[in-house]
């Protein structure tokens, strides 16, 4: 297991939407992991943070709440003008999944859930860093 990356969660100043909401998006980025998000289909859902204005990230972390089975998704960021992948999985998601990326500006990023193993999506923490800022790497 990996540790919580270095530096501060931009995640939670970020605006939360969502496709669909049987919970309510914004409980992705409350910092509680007894809070979530769930979709209201198996497929085709996502969940998105808005940082308003461009932010470097390079890192995301995505908490899965006991009981939702994700095997199938894709992490994006916005270009400006179009969603980019920057993660993509084929294989189930577990409990937490580190997601290292290329560094990336970008003004939203979404987790775009292709489909589950059974029942709907359901999200307690979606958390975006950029550890290179963290560490003084540049």
Known sequence: MEDEPLGAN???????????????AGKVNDNS???VWA??????????????????LDKFI????????INNFILQYWDGSNWKDIF????????????PTWTVSTSKVRLYVNSTASGVPSISEFKA??????TGDR
């Not at 995505?62 to 089975?69: D, M, N």
């Not at 993509?88 to 997601?99: D, K, L, Q, V």
């Open 33 to 35: 992991t007894s809070t």
């Open 39 to 56: 979709g209201a289909s198996a497929s085709n859902e996502w969940v998105q943070l808005d940082f308003g204005a461009n932010v470097t």
């Open 88 to 99: 993509t999985s084929w294989s189930p998601m577990g409990a937490t999944r580190y997601m």
């Open 129 to 134: 860093f950029n550890t290179k800022q963290a």
């Open 10 to 24: 931009a995640a939670l100043v970020a605006k939360a939407s969502a496709s669909s909401n049987r919970r309510k």
């Open 62 to 69: 995505v908490e899965q709440a006991t009981g939702s089975s």
